[in-house]
Nanobody, 129 residues
């Protein structure tokens, strides 16, 4: 599976951005996708993830507390593309955002980086104050 992240950029505090992550290859082998981010000098952290079952008819999403209520994750099944709509952005959201995909058995494991098999190259989001 290959993942291509895009949509990063420079935005002012309070602004919005939408990130995309297009998957290609053996995408049928995965049932979950997620976003992680790494700020300068910090470890990579979980942002949001989505898991589907029943032929994509049932989807479950989880969010980090820091973005809950501001970010929305979604997936277009027909396009094999995941999105992250980011609203009310703050300077502390500045980071390189990575998308990931994998076959994950439980929603509980979605925030765990080691649960993902495939990673994209990252896209930079900069929020100015």
């Amino acid at each position: 599976v290959q993942l291509q992240a895009s949509g990063g950029g420079l935005v002012r505090t309070g602004g919005s951005l939408r990130l995309s992550c297009a998957a290609s290859g053996r995408t049928f082998s995965s049932n979950a996708m997620g976003w992680f981010r790494q700020a300068p000098g910090k470890a990579r952290e979980f942002v949001a993830a989505i898991r589907w079952s029943g032929g994509s008819t049932r989807k479950s999403a989880v969010y980090a507390d820091s973005v809950n209520g501001r970010f929305t994750i979604s997936r277009d099944d027909a396009k094999d593309t995941m999105y992250l709509q980011m609203n009310s952005l703050k300077p502390e959201d500045t980071a390189v955002y990575y998308c990931a995909a994998g076959a994950i058995s439980s929603i509980v494991r979605l925030p765990t980086q080691a649960a993902y098999d495939y990673w994209g190259q990252g896209t930079l989001v900069t929020v100015s104050s």
